[in-house]
C-alpha cells in the first residue's frame, strides 16, 4: 500500500534554513502537500506542488520534486520561532472514491534562540 | 475562510461509555474524514465519507463508528470507550472534485478515556 516517510524531529537555529524531507510511494500523485500543525491546533495547508512540477517557491518556502526517487523536500529559509510546528507532507493516491490523502508521520520542527 | 468546527476540544470519558464526536463544516464539501492522530504514527484514517449517508471504512476503523445524516455533519461514534482510545481526533473535509484537493482540518478532540 502507500506509504509516507518522513523524520520525526528536526532542530535548527533561528536564521537558519531548515530541510525537511519525505519519501512517498504513489507515482501516480497528482498533488503533493504540505502541511503545518502548530501546538494544540489542527492542520493547515502550507503548500503544495504539482506533480509534473520540480520545485516551487512561495516566499521563504521551497518545494522540491525528485519524482525519480519519490522524494519532496520543504525548505524554509530565514527559520523564525513561529515556525516551530510538526510539519506532513501528502500524497494524493491515484483512485479512491473521495481523494483520500496519505499522511507521513510528521517532522516536529523546533527553532532555537 | 473555509470553516472546518468540531464539538469539543477536549473530552474525558470513562472505560465503556459511549462518545459521540461531532464535525460540522460550512464549505459545502461532499468529502468528510476522521483521523486519530498518536505520537510518531501521524495521522490515521479511521472512516470517511463522500455523501450523505455514505461511508467507508479507513485504515483503523475497529471499535468506532460514523454518521452522515446531513452533508454538512459528519459524526464519529465510540461504542465502548477504551483506553487505547486515548487520542487526539481530527475532522476534515473537501470537495470530491476539482480543484487541488486539499483537506481542511477542524482543531481535534482531544480524548481521554480513564
Known amino acids: 500500500g502507500e506509504d509516507v516517510e518522513q523524520s520525526l524531529f528536526l532542530s535548527v537555529r533561528e536564521g537558519d534554513s531548515s530541510v525537511i524531507n519525505c519519501t512517498y510511494t504513489?507515482?501516480?500523485?497528482?498533488?503533493l502537500y504540505w502541511y503545518k500543525q502548530e501546538p494544540g491546533a489542527g492542520l493547515q495547508l502550507l503548500t503544495y506542488?504539482?506533480?509534473?512540477?520540480d520545485m516551487k517557491q512561495d516566499q521563504r518556502l521551497t518545494v522540491l520534486l525528485n519524482k525519480k526517487d519519490k522524494h519532496l523536500s520543504l525548505r524554509i529559509a530565514d527559520t523564525q520561532t513561529g515556525d516551530s510546528a510538526i510539519y506532513f507532507c501528502?500524497?494524493?493516491?491515484?483512485?479512491?472514491?473521495?481523494?483520500?490523502?496519505?499522511f507521513g508521520s510528521g517532522t516536529q520542527l523546533t527553532v532555537l534562540p | 475562510d473555509v470553516k472546518v468546527t468540531q464539538s469539543s476540544r477536549y473530552l474525558v470519558k470513562r472505560t465503556g461509555e459511549k462518545v459521540f464526536l461531532e464535525c460540522v463544516q460550512d464549505?459545502?464539501?461532499?468529502?468528510m474524514f476522521w483521523y486519530r492522530q498518536d505520537p510518531g504514527l501521524g495521522l490515521r484514517l479511521i472512516y470517511f465519507?463522500?455523501?450523505?449517508?455514505?461511508?467507508e471504512k479507513g485504515d483503523i476503523p475497529e471499535g468506532y463508528s460514523v454518521s452522515r445524516e446531513k452533508k454538512e455533519r459528519f459524526s464519529l461514534i465510540l461504542e465502548s470507550a477504551s483506553t487505547n482510545q486515548t487520542s487526539m481526533y481530527l475532522c476534515?473535509?473537501?470537495?470530491?472534485?476539482?480543484?487541488?484537493?486539499?483537506?481542511?482540518f477542524g482543531p481535534g478532540t482531544r480524548l481521554t478515556v480513564t
Open positions: 476534515a473535509s473537501s470537495f470530491r472534485q476539482g480543484g487541488l484537493g486539499e483537506q481542511y
Open positions: 465519507s463522500y455523501d450523505v449517508k455514505m461511508k
Open positions: 501528502a500524497e494524493s493516491p491515484a483512485g479512491g472514491s473521495a481523494r483520500q490523502l496519505t
Open positions: 464549505m459545502d464539501h461532499e468529502n
Open positions: 506542488i504539482f506533480s509534473n512540477m
Open positions: 504513489d507515482s501516480s500523485s497528482t498533488y
